[in-house]
Nanobody, 123 residues
Framework: QVQLEESGGGSVQAGGSLRLSCAAS????????MGWFRQAPEKEREFVAA????????YYAASIRGRFTISRDNAKNTGWLQMNSLKHEDTAVYFC????????????????WGQGTQVTVSS
């Protein structure tokens, strides 16, 4: 199995930046895709970004495209989500997820999940 642990969340003013990290452990060699999702209060979990673990193929939700950047370092078994120009509506719990399948925006395609990290953006 794969274990994931997020870090880097916090509170920031609108227009600011945060960098989330996702450290993978366990059977990391089976990871094909790492994704980020978020869930705001009283809203459904939504896709944010995903990256192919073996190549720099990325995909972003339209709402964050151009502001967020997903990246990974296979040697460190770590992925990141750089979030710039943050908006109040970006406030949510952010989850790291991993899959042994290809890029997907669907949460049910991801097999392993972190516990989540809170991001709060004040306007």
């Amino acid at each position: 199995q794969v274990q994931l642990e997020e870090s880097g969340g916090g509170s920031v003013q609108a227009g600011g930046s945060l960098r989330l990290s996702c450290a993978a452990s366990g059977r990391t060699f089976i990871i094909s895709t790492m994704g980020w999702f978020r869930q705001a209060p009283e809203k459904e979990r939504e896709f944010v970004a995903a990256i192919n673990w073996g190549a720099d193929i990325t995909y972003y939700a339209a709402s964050i495209r151009g502001r967020f950047t997903i990246s990974r370092d296979n040697a460190k078994n770590t992925g990141w989500l750089q979030m710039n120009s943050l908006k109040h509506e970006d406030t949510a719990v952010y989850f790291c997820a991993a899959s042994n399948q290809g890029l997907s925006t669907m949460s049910d395609q991801y097999h392993w999940w972190g516990q989540g990290t809170q991001v709060t953006v004040s306007s």
